[in-house]
């Protein structure tokens, strides 16, 4: 039998749960969720260890566990560091709720009855001396998914008292495997969407063998020099995406032109430079951060901070600072990298120019950036030669 509960118990408890769900829809990082949500899951029953897992085709991956009582570092990780994994069967307890989508409260799994078709391990048990004495596992069910995987809580204090609080796990698990199922949706979207830009980038100078090791040198080194000038996590992201877009204009170039082995005529220079102007028009109009970025830099990565650059003739920090720090990575690249018109020039040549330039083409602060990692510069180099 239940035991009865009072109106005030039932409205702290539905204050939590609220609470909770609160704090798990904020998040955005999947692994720091996946603990958020078997923390919350502990916290309902006052449990101190738990896990989760998901179904991976034929297997369960342990993706969080947790406990008060040990450190958990040396269980959660296979012998390859990977998190741990075991078969998608009815043999594990996890295992059988996963496929069933049935809720199980297990009071000694020590001593369980021959009749059922999953058992216990007790191995970590016995390599941590923590003792298992009760197991809640609760199916995480998407309504159109189905189980997706299941969520365990060991030795729960609450687990058999109140059947509000079993009602509430089940409703939690639900909201859980919604807000999963949407997070890796949009992780999905987001990776092909990032995806087609390095794609499209390649994309506008798809004849030349080295394209897409010079954009994805760019990208890095951009994403340096701007963690180096104070950027947080984010805006490095943002312009290791955006910057893989610099020469998107080049798609409207003559081929003739691109790979002409010499240098340019008058005219043949003006159809080059207006790889700018095209490029932006190609990014021009979005509502996404990095592609306003992205535009920003394909048009103003050839501005010059005296002013004698193209296509504006912007000076200084009129400049926006993405483009300042992609000029300083692109031209780095094309000195020290053969081009169809020029070989590779020697390394101290090209820094040695990367200086002269310094408050000239330059912004001083991005070339201060540039020297300070240099050396990381260097291995992008190397790693994509």
Same mark, same amino acid.
Request: glycine share 6%.
């Given at each position: 039998?239940?035991?009865?509960?009072?109106?005030?118990?039932?409205?702290?408890?539905?204050?939590?749960?609220?609470?909770?769900?609160?704090?798990?829809?904020?998040?955005?990082? $999947? !692994?720091?969720?996946? &603990?958020?949500? +078997?923390?919350? /899951?502990?916290?309902?029953?006052?449990?101190? *260890?738990? %896990? #989760?897992?998901?179904?991976?085709?034929?297997?369960?991956?342990?993706?969080?566990?947790?406990?008060?009582?040990?450190?958990?570092?040396?269980?959660?990780?296979?012998?390859?560091?990977?998190?741990?994994?075991?078969?998608?069967?009815?043999?594990?307890?996890?295992?059988?709720?996963?496929?069933?989508?049935?809720?199980?409260?297990?009071?000694?799994?020590?001593?369980?009855?021959?009749?059922?078709?999953?058992?216990?391990?007790?191995?970590?048990?016995?390599?941590?001396?923590?003792?298992?004495?009760?197991?809640?596992?609760?199916?995480?069910?998407?309504?159109?998914?189905?189980?997706?995987?299941?969520?365990?809580?060991?030795?729960?204090? $609450? !687990?058999?008292?109140? &059947?509000?609080? +079993?009602?509430? /796990?089940?409703?939690?698990?639900?909201?859980? *495997?919604? %807000? #999963?199922?949407?997070?890796?949706?949009?992780?999905?979207?987001?990776?092909?969407?990032?995806?087609?830009?390095?794609?499209?980038?390649?994309?506008?100078?798809?004849?030349?063998?080295?394209?897409?090791?010079?954009?994805?040198?760019?990208?890095?080194?951009?994403?340096?020099?701007?963690?180096?000038?104070?950027?947080?996590?984010?805006?490095?992201?943002?312009?290791?995406?955006?910057?893989?877009?610099?020469?998107?204009?080049?798609?409207?170039?003559?081929?003739?032109?691109?790979?002409?082995?010499?240098?340019?005529?008058?005219?043949?220079?003006?159809?080059?430079?207006?790889?700018?102007?095209?490029?932006?028009?190609?990014?021009?109009?979005?509502?996404?951060?990095?592609?306003?970025?992205?535009?920003?830099?394909?048009?103003?990565?050839?501005?010059?901070?005296?002013?004698n650059g193209y296509p504006d003739g912007l000076k200084g920090e009129a400049i926006p600072l993405g483009a300042r720090i992609v000029a300083v990575a692109d031209v780095f690249d094309a000195l020290v990298n053969e081009r169809p018109y020029k070989k590779a020039w020697p390394m101290q040549d090209a820094l040695a120019l990367i200086k002269e330039e310094r408050g000239q083409h330059f912004d001083p602060q991005v070339v201060d950036?540039?020297?300070?990692?240099?050396?990381?510069?260097?291995?992008?180099?190397?790693?994509?030669?």
């Amino acid at each position: 039998m239940f035991e009865e509960i009072s109106s005030k118990e039932a409205k702290q408890t539905l204050m939590f749960i609220f609470d909770a769900a609160v704090d798990i829809e904020m998040e955005k990082d $999947q !692994t720091v969720f996946v &603990e958020k949500v +078997l923390k919350h /899951a502990r916290r309902i029953f006052e449990a101190p *260890a738990g %896990s #989760i897992a998901f179904v991976d085709g034929d297997f369960l991956d342990f993706l969080s566990f947790q406990n008060d009582e040990i450190d958990t570092s040396a269980i959660s990780k296979d012998q390859n560091g990977d998190d741990l994994r075991i078969p998608l069967n009815h043999s594990s307890i996890v295992g059988h709720v996963a496929m069933t989508g049935d809720l199980l409260q297990i009071n000694d799994p020590y001593h369980l009855p021959d009749s059922v078709p999953y058992k216990f391990d007790g191995s970590i048990d016995k390599l941590s001396g923590f003792k298992t004495e009760s197991i809640l596992a609760i199916p995480l069910r998407h309504p159109t998914e189905g189980i997706i995987g299941a969520l365990e809580i060991i030795n729960p204090r $609450q !687990t058999f008292v109140h &059947e509000l609080n +079993l009602g509430i /796990a089940k409703s939690f698990a639900v909201m859980s *495997a919604v %807000s #999963i199922i949407n997070m890796r949706l949009q992780e999905s979207l987001t990776k092909a969407y990032l995806e087609t830009l390095a794609r499209l980038g390649h994309a506008a100078e798809y004849k030349d063998e080295d394209t897409f090791k010079h954009i994805q040198r760019i990208r890095y080194s951009s994403r340096i020099i701007g963690r180096e000038l104070g950027f947080s996590v984010e805006e490095q992201e943002s312009i290791f995406h955006a910057s893989a877009m610099h020469d998107v204009g080049k798609v409207g170039i003559p081929d003739a032109i691109l790979g002409k082995k010499g240098k340019l005529d008058a005219e043949e220079w003006e159809q080059m430079r207006s790889h700018s102007e095209k490029g932006a028009s190609i990014l021009r109009g979005s509502e996404t951060e990095i592609l306003k970025l992205s535009e920003e830099i394909a048009m103003h990565h050839h501005e010059k901070w005296n002013g004698n650059g193209y296509p504006d003739g912007l000076k200084g920090e009129a400049i926006p600072l993405g483009a300042r720090i992609v000029a300083v990575a692109d031209v780095f690249d094309a000195l020290v990298n053969e081009r169809p018109y020029k070989k590779a020039w020697p390394m101290q040549d090209a820094l040695a120019l990367i200086k002269e330039e310094r408050g000239q083409h330059f912004d001083p602060q991005v070339v201060d950036a540039f020297f300070t990692c240099l050396d990381e510069i260097l291995e992008i180099q190397e790693e994509h030669k």
